[in-house]
């Protein structure tokens, strides 16, 4: 005997999303990507054999999109590839065996410390409940565990991680992980080395755009031109009162460059010129021993090693401005 489904209309089926999706899958994928997902979601439910290109048509989506959608899944082991297609595996098996499957790393004195660690247990229900709505996938929770070991973060620094990364709308793990990295080589370990960071770090972005501002580039500087700047600062420990006397030299020029800036800069820090005060007491000595070179070539034919030393130094500081 044979039984038929009364009615097999697509308008009274529907299509199940598992809730770990949203937690663990579509922060970290493209609107082309989710649609894609979706797609291949339906269409799985009626066993269809579909062509990329077909899907391609069926989405308006390019197909070289399609193909990129289609390894960015198989990459983070929602589908897997066979020889004829492929099959959409279950998210919340592989949720399930990530969150139960044995840490192997970990022996259990450390465990019994982890579940003892009370101000740590504290900072990951802060994060759930501030950045997750209370709903954080057990995933994250295993994730933060293992950044607090290996980036050896206080509990104040973790949370403020989630915070930094939530205010760029960027609350996935590749890109936390990337910050995270980002820090932890900047030698942060406590909220107080983050509060020293982070005011470098908005120091050096004051100092960046009055350096554009006063060069009259109003595109973003290059990442060469960055480098330079984050040299004279992190690594001379000029301030920007000793740039600008730097900048006031480019006056003369019709096309300023960073690479003559950072030749005055090198010049002074090779010197050990340190202060304000210390680069226009040599500027002004400079100055004055240009006027009495050129006294003396009016009187003599002077013009031996040392002088051709001294013009390469002169067309350095061929502005005198300043």
């Known amino acids: 005997m044979k039984l038929d489904a009364k009615d097999k209309s697509i308008l009274f089926s529907h299509t199940e999303i598992p809730d770990v999706f949203f937690t663990e899958y579509l922060s970290s ?58 099959i959409l595996n279950n998210l919340q098996e592989i949720e399930l065996h990530k969150s139960y499957s044995p840490n192997l790393t970990l022996t259990p004195e450390a465990i019994k410390e982890n579940a003892q660690n009370q101000y ?76 020293t960071y ?15 501002k006063k060069l009259g580039r109003y ?6 031109e960055e480098a330079y700047i984050e040299k004279w600062i992190l690594e001379y420990n000029f301030n920007l009162d000793i740039i600008n006397i730097a900048l006031k030299k480019t006056t003369s020029k019709a096309n300023p460059s960073f690479d003559y800036l950072d030749k005055l800069l090198s010049d002074w820090y090779d010197r050990g010129l340190k202060t304000v005060t210390e680069v226009e007491a040599f500027l002004a000595s ?15 034919n002077y013009n031996n090693y040392s002088q051709r030393q001294y013009d390469n130094l002169n067309e350095l500081y061929a502005n005198k401005k300043g």
């Open 120 to 195: 740590r247990a504290k900072a990951i229900e802060s994060i759930n409940n501030q950045y997750f709505q209370g709903v954080m996938s057990p995933s994250w929770y295993s994730d933060i565990d293992l950044w607090f070991k290996k980036y050896e973060f206080d509990e104040q620094v973790m949370v403020a991680l989630f915070e930094y990364c939530f205010n760029k709308s960027a609350l996935h793990k590749n890109y936390i992980q990337a910050v995270a990295d980002a820090w932890y080589n900047n030698k942060i370990k406590t909220y107080n080395d983050l509060e």
């Open 198 to 212: 982070s005011q470098r770090h908005d120091n050096m972005n004051k100092i960046k755009k009055a350096i554009a």
């Open 219 to 224: 595109n973003a500087l290059t990442q060469f």
């Open 286 to 300: 400079f100055k004055a021993k240009a006027k009495n070179i050129k006294e003396l070539e009016k009187k003599t």
């Open 29 to 86: 994928a493209n609107g082309d990507f989710i649609k894609i997902y979706l797609c291949l979601l339906f269409l799985s439910k009626y066993d269809k054999d579909i062509k990329i290109t077909d899907l391609s048509k069926r989405l308006n989506v390019p197909f070289n999109v399609i193909q990129s959608g289609l390894a960015f899944w198989e990459e983070n082991g929602v589908i897997t590839k066979k020889p004829n297609g492929y």
